[in-house]
């Protein structure tokens, strides 16, 4: 049976794209596309084409080594930014997010303006000019958007919308031909330039490669990717919002990015990636009198991780669970005692220590560390699906509201394949 939007939103196919893409079934998503679909028609007129989804993600270990030319293992998971989309010829993109206005871009002349920093207007224009400059083709669309990415819980919920409005351009405008690190670069120049937010590549190629993938910074503009084969379905994925304020927390931020490049400039590199951890070792006692002790122990956080990284990825490639889990938990232990990102030392909060402290005092538990950039935000927890007890003590510590179940998802931004 066919749907009033023209899509047919029942059956083993909509149930099986349903499970893979959501974690749900068919039943549980059905009126969240019945919704969309009758919010674009009231919003433009027309019926929907099409419907595009992108996920959220999550830094599974590879805390702050992005921006130093290092490796992340990441993931994209099944919370998402669902849209769907009518293709028009007037040149211009309208987009309609649920809970905020309507916003118009002129494809032709996506001008940068100081007034729209911070603005989802700027994303879209950002990622159109950055398709422009690359010779790529643009176009307008209607768009009606909904979003379940937990705002503020660490799991990218720009970068999701970013790669929707790429991934719709690159489809209907390119023939689906741009890579999903194109369609990552171009959601970070909207970020970086329109947005005014600076971020690594990580959050954008994440969610635009789909699955669990080692993602290599060494070349910042070309990384290289090795997708890890997850089949450790029988983990619960939790993020937890430990609460805090991020507001002025730019300078905590910075200066790990700063101090680890002190540290490189010692070895007459400009990121520690550029240095061989066999020449690290040779060389990093001589450093101690020329950099403080928290720029020491926060290179030799990035080295460390690197290698855990790595070690990650075969010990899911060989299904060793155990190991895997272990490793989450040297980086958590990595990040708080030698990175130091799992609390300001302006001393406004210690919510994620004492959030780290909890987890890991519950038996359910089997790994637990800091999740993104931390000194306040969120936590990213493991624990066995058959462990019932699990959620109910997260939720009974930390609130309903803070506490989110994930699941790996294999896509990135895609075009949903929908019957008609």
Not at 44 to 56: E, L
Not at 218 to 224: M, T
Not at 335 to 350: A, D, E, I, M, V
Not at 357 to 373: F, N
Request: proline content about 2%; glycine content about 10%; overall charge negative.
């Amino acid at each position: 049976m066919t749907s009033d939007c023209g899509f047919k939103l029942e059956g083993s196919a909509f149930d099986g794209m349903c499970r893979e893409i959501f974690a749900t079934d068919g039943a549980a998503q059905r009126g969240r596309f019945e919704a969309l679909c009758e919010a674009h028609r009231r919003e433009f007129g027309v019926n929907a084409d099409a419907f595009y989804s992108s996920p959220g993600r999550i830094e599974i270990v590879g805390n702050h080594t992005d921006h130093n030319a290092g490796k992340v293992l990441c993931a994209a998971i099944n919370f998402d930014t669902l849209c769907c989309v009518s293709r028009n010829c007037d040149g211009f993109i309208e987009v309609k997010s649920s809970g905020y206005p309507k916003i118009r871009v002129d494809v032709s002349d996506p001008q940068f303006c100081m007034s729209e920093i911070g603005t989802s207007i700027a994303l879209v224009k950002g990622v159109v000019d950055y398709f422009r400059r690359s010779g790529k083709n643009v176009g307008g669309f209607k768009a009606t958007m909904t979003s379940d990415v937990p705002k503020g819980s660490g799991v990218s919920s720009s970068s999701s919308f970013e790669l929707v409005i790429a991934e719709i351009l690159n489809v209907i405008y390119n023939d689906g031909e741009c890579d999903a690190i194109f369609k990552a670069k171009a959601a970070q120049y909207a970020e970086n330039v329109y947005f005014g937010k600076p971020s690594g590549l990580m959050d954008q190629s994440a969610i635009a490669l789909g699955g669990v993938n080692l993602i290599d910074f060494r070349d910042l503009e070309n990384p290289a990717v090795e997708n890890a084969r997850w089949s450790f379905d029988d983990l619960d994925i939790y993020v937890i919002a430990t609460g805090g304020d991020h507001s002025n927390l730019t300078d905590d931020y910075s200066a790990i990015t700063v101090e680890m490049k002190e540290a490189a400039a010692c070895f007459g590199k400009k990121l520690l990636g550029e240095i061989s951890r066999s020449d690290w070792e040779n060389g990093k006692q001589s450093l101690r009198a020329e950099i403080s002790e928290r720029a020491f122990l926060r290179a030799e956080h990035f080295f460390s991780e690197n290698e855990r990284v790595e070690n990650a990825v075969k010990a899911i490639d060989g299904k060793d669970e155990e190991a895997f889990l272990s490793i989450v938990n040297e980086s958590g232990l990595s990040s708080r005692y030698k990175l130091q990102n799992t609390y300001s030392p302006s001393g406004r909060n210690k919510n994620l220590e004492n959030a780290l402290d909890t987890v890991a005092g519950m038996q359910e538990v089997l790994a637990s560390r800091v999740h993104g950039g931390g000194f306040a935000g969120t936590i990213l927890v493991f624990t066995k699906k058959s462990a019932s007890e699990a959620e109910r003590k997260l939720i009974a510590v930390f609130g309903k509201e803070n506490v989110f179940r994930l699941s790996i998802r294999k896509y990135g931004a895609i075009r949903l394949n929908l019957e008609k």
